[in-house]
């Protein structure tokens, strides 16, 4: 699933970065509910990963009359998807690019360099700071 956070008049970078880590913790936190039902009903459990990116897409309904999509694309799109990847690579539940991490008022830790597929030059990946 692809969320965007549109930047606009109303909702520039910073709260727009916010918004989006915030809806990425959100998830991960009514997603640990459902797999406890999941668990307690012997289905097992659920995980999923979020990846977290700021950059320029196209967006907007692809395709002919009787089969019109509303789709996002670009090299960001590109991006967000190999980083989301890097999620269960990592076991990591959030990672953002360093783009959101410098919007961020709260802690964040880098978790290194890494080379995702189809992108150029490493990036370097963080998550949010672990507390105690």
């Known amino acids: ?3 965007v956070f549109r930047i606009s008049d109303q909702r ?29 009903e012997g289905i097992g459990p659920l995980h999923v990963g979020v990846a977290v990116h700021l ?4 967006y907007g309904n692809i395709g002919a009359k009787t089969r019109l999509d509303f789709t996002v694309m670009g090299s960001n799109v590109n991006l967000l998807a190999r980083l989301q990847t890097l999620t269960a690579t990592l076991g990591e539940p959030l990672l953002i690019t360093a ?5 961020l008022d709260s802690p964040t830790e880098s978790i ?9 030059h490493p990036l370097e ?8």
């Open 1 to 3: 699933m692809l969320a």
């Open 12 to 40: 520039g970078a910073l709260k727009a970065s916010v918004q989006a880590v915030q809806a990425g913790h959100d998830a991960q936190s009514r997603l640990a509910v459902l797999s406890q039902k999941c668990v307690e």
């Open 55 to 58: 950059g320029d897409v196209v």
């Open 99 to 103: 783009d959101i991490a410098a919007h």
């Open 112 to 120: 290194g360099e890494h080379q995702l597929k189809g992108i150029e």
């Open 125 to 132: 990946i963080f998550r949010p700071a672990q507390t105690t």
